[in-house]
């Protein structure tokens, strides 16, 4: 019924590490800040317009209530985002 939810959806297993790489600086960032998460050094990501696809697909599929409450989610959205722009920015 949720109109982005996609149960045929498959995850491209190649992407993977630098997906993971990629969240773990989001959760950086929202633990310790951007500012310490920025002095640890973005990850190299190679397929850096993949590793933006992934980040915005989950920013959009984000449930609200089901997976967050409402703040946090918006809270993990901004970060998704600006680390998606931090991917930009080292290109």
């Known amino acids: 019924m949720a109109e982005l939810a996609d149960p045929n959806a498959k995850p491209n297993k190649d ?3 630098p997906v993971d790489a990629a969240l773990r600086h989001v959760v950086h960032a929202l633990l310790e800040g951007h ?3 920025k002095s ?3 990850s190299q990501q ?3 317009e993949q590793v933006q696809l992934c980040l915005e697909y989950l920013r ?3 449930g ?3 997976d967050l409450p409402f703040a946090a ?3 993990l959205r901004a ?3 600006w680390y998606s722009g931090e991917l930009l920015e080292q290109r």
């Open 15 to 17: 992407f993977l590490p």
């Open 35 to 37: 500012e310490a998460a």
């Open 40 to 42: 640890t050094g973005l």
């Open 46 to 48: 190679n397929p850096v």
């Open 60 to 62: 959009d599929r984000v």
């Open 64 to 66: 609200v209530p089901r």
């Open 73 to 75: 989610a918006r809270q």
């Open 79 to 81: 970060h998704l985002n």
